[in-house]
């Protein structure tokens, strides 16, 4: 078992963490460098509550980042991984359960025939860039600053300076001629995406990019430069990847795709479709997919790919979700935290907007309006973020310790988990702007 919490241990497991693992995580931003602190050890979480081992519970919207659309520990997923465990944790033939993950997929997403399982984020969107390449015949590939897709060495480009495309190395490790095949583009911009079409439309093979951008804020984007990019792939034969790693199944069956009632030649999943286990997955039509080995000439494989704890894991999420009508719930538990956080927002010493889409939330900090490219978010939030966050996190709400980073709704979340968030924000924006003197206090204009 796995002990009694008890006062002092987080902090003794957490020293012990940065011993033998680096930073203490096994993923960056769970190491709190953004925030300062040290991270709290969870020793358990229940519904839409996490428990430290010191026994301090949070009431958390962080989600895993995502997947637990349902809150922690759902009974229905619980029993369900426990039934499929007891199967057998790992066959590396077809099962049942990966066969009905696809079928519910393909029925549920715009445009969507065929998918194959991965088992991360980030698996996915390598193997869908693979396919878009090996089915073009084409190299280049365009994202955006501000768009996250998982830590595929040629996707780790931020924006260059000035009008370049050709973006610049954000890891070391990563050969700069990885990078030659990547251009960068700012969102919002539709001229910029003709423009890099124009010049070099037929060597593109593929543009990916969130349909919601919800990994540096929630950039949420005007439906016509999405559709700007719809029509240019088209144009130019390039393949569009929605990657739906957290939009899928989070905003309704069919993701981005069917809230902009857009059909991206490929789209990727992970996250909700693991209901909190480590799956991926991506699709699209017959006629793309068919490339694939060992139909087709593109390699893509893995072990465990479509391990049938994993999918009866997503298959009971997905299937509760349609069950329940959970997207409505979400979408007015979501509206109801809109409204409640934009009062207390109104009321804040420092600009703050709220940015909501269903069940995923963000406060731009230092923003009157919601900026839509990742070069509008204020430079000063960060430096605001800081103080709300553990301002929230000592009174027992966890939110991420980032502030690029969005807030999710689930399931199991009240309207007085709502309300208690609202409160202790409003609380904490007190304390917090009271006793420290913000320059951009002083000229606050309204
Ligand atoms: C989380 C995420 C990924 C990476 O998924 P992992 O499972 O962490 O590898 C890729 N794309 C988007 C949009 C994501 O949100």
Same mark, same amino acid.
């Given at each position: 078992?796995?002990?009694?919490?008890?006062?002092?241990?987080?902090?003794?497991?957490?020293? $012990?963490?940065?011993? !033998?693992?680096?930073?203490? #995580?096994? @993923?960056? *931003? +769970?190491?709190? &460098?953004?925030?300062? %602190?040290?991270?709290?050890?969870?020793?358990?979480?229940?519904?839409?509550?996490?428990?430290?081992?010191?026994?301090?519970?949070?009431?958390?919207?962080?989600?895993?980042?995502?997947?637990?659309?349902?809150?922690?520990?759902?009974?229905?997923?619980?029993?369900?991984?426990?039934d499929a465990a007891q199967r057998g944790t790992s066959f590396g033939a077809p099962s049942r359960p990966e066969i009905e993950l696809a079928e519910t997929?393909?029925?549920?997403?715009?445009?969507?025939?065929?998918? $194959?399982?991965?088992? !991360?984020?980030?698996?996915? #969107?390598? @193997?869908? *860039? +693979?396919?878009? &390449?090996?089915?073009? %015949?084409?190299?280049?590939?365009?994202?955006?600053?501000?768009?996250?897709?998982?830590?595929?060495?040629?996707?780790?480009?931020?924006?260059?300076?000035?009008?370049?495309?050709?973006?610049?190395?954000?890891?070391?490790?990563?050969?700069?001629?990885?990078?030659?095949?990547?251009?960068?583009?700012?969102?919002?911009?539709?001229?910029?995406?003709?423009?890099?079409?124009?010049?070099?439309?037929?060597?593109?093979?593929?543009?990916?990019?969130?349909?919601?951008?919800?990994?540096?804020?929630?950039?949420?984007?005007?439906?016509?430069?999405?559709?700007?990019? +719809?029509?240019?792939?088209?144009?130019? %034969?390039?393949?569009?990847?929605?990657?739906?790693?957290?939009?899928?199944?989070?905003?309704?069956a069919g993701g981005g795709a069917e809230h902009y009632g857009l059909k991206p030649d490929l789209a990727t999943f992970g996250k909700v479709i693991g209901?909190?286990?480590?799956?991926?997955?991506?699709?699209?039509?017959?006629?793309?997919?068919?490339?694939?080995?060992?139909?087709?000439?593109?390699?893509?494989?893995?072990?465990?790919?479509?391990?049938?704890?994993?999918?009866?894991?997503?298959?009971?999420?997905?299937?509760?979700?349609?069950?329940?009508?959970?997207?409505r719930t979400l979408e007015e538990l979501g509206r109801y935290a809109e409204e409640r956080l934009c009062k207390v927002l109104e009321k804040s010493p420092?600009?703050?907007?709220?940015?909501?889409?269903?069940?995923?939330?963000?406060?731009?900090?230092?923003?009157?309006?919601?900026?839509?490219?990742?070069?509008?978010?204020?430079?000063?939030?960060?430096?605001?973020?800081?103080?709300?966050?553990?301002?929230?996190?000592?009174?027992?709400?966890?939110?991420?310790?980032?502030?690029?980073?969005?807030?999710?709704?689930?399931?199991?979340?009240?309207?007085?988990?709502?309300?208690?968030?609202?409160?202790?924000?409003?609380?904490?924006?007190?304390?917090?702007?009271?006793?420290?003197?913000?320059?951009?206090?002083?000229?606050?204009?309204?």
């Amino acid at each position: 078992m796995n002990g009694v919490p008890e006062s002092g241990q987080s902090e003794q497991w957490f020293a $012990r963490a940065l011993k !033998s693992l680096p930073g203490g #995580v096994s @993923s960056p *931003v +769970r190491a709190f &460098r953004s925030v300062g %602190g040290t991270p709290r050890v969870i020793h358990s979480a229940k519904g839409a509550e996490v428990i430290d081992e010191d026994g301090n519970k949070y009431l958390d919207f962080v989600g895993s980042w995502g997947p637990l659309i349902l809150g922690h520990a759902h009974p229905v997923l619980i029993q369900a991984v426990r039934d499929a465990a007891q199967r057998g944790t790992s066959f590396g033939a077809p099962s049942r359960p990966e066969i009905e993950l696809a079928e519910t997929i393909v029925a549920s997403y715009p445009g969507m025939e065929q998918v $194959r399982f991965v088992s !991360s984020g980030t698996e996915a #969107v390598m @193997s869908a *860039v +693979r396919l878009a &390449r090996g089915t073009t %015949g084409r190299d280049l590939v365009v994202k955006f600053s501000g768009c996250y897709h998982g830590h595929v060495d040629y996707l780790l480009v931020a924006a260059g300076s000035g009008l370049a495309t050709f973006g610049t190395l954000s890891s070391d490790g990563v050969p700069e001629a990885f990078v030659e095949l990547t251009r960068v583009l700012c969102l919002d911009d539709d001229e910029a995406i003709e423009m890099l079409f124009t010049k070099e439309g037929d060597k593109i093979a593929a543009v990916i990019i969130e349909p919601v951008p919800a990994n540096n804020g929630l950039l949420l984007q005007r439906p016509k430069f999405l559709a700007t990019l +719809r029509e240019q792939c088209t144009k130019y %034969g390039a393949l569009l990847i929605f990657d739906e790693v957290i939009s899928g199944f989070r905003l309704g069956a069919g993701g981005g795709a069917e809230h902009y009632g857009l059909k991206p030649d490929l789209a990727t999943f992970g996250k909700v479709i693991g209901g909190g286990m480590p799956v991926g997955a991506f699709g699209g039509s017959r006629e793309i997919m068919k490339n694939l080995a060992p139909e087709g000439g593109v390699y893509q494989a893995g072990t465990l790919s479509g391990n049938p704890v994993a999918m009866k894991a997503g298959l009971a999420t997905l299937q509760y979700l349609k069950e329940q009508h959970a997207w409505r719930t979400l979408e007015e538990l979501g509206r109801y935290a809109e409204e409640r956080l934009c009062k207390v927002l109104e009321k804040s010493p420092v600009q703050a907007r709220l940015v909501r889409i269903g069940s995923i939330f963000w406060i731009a900090w230092g923003s009157k309006i919601p900026p839509r490219t990742a070069e509008n978010i204020n430079e000063n939030a960060e430096l605001h973020y800081r103080k709300v966050f553990h301002g929230l996190l000592k009174r027992g709400i966890a939110l991420a310790p980032s502030v690029y980073e969005v807030s999710f709704l689930s399931l199991a979340h009240t309207k007085n988990d709502v309300d208690r968030l609202a409160e202790s924000l409003a609380d904490v924006l007190e304390e917090i702007f009271s006793e420290t003197n913000f320059p951009e206090n002083a000229d606050r204009t309204q």
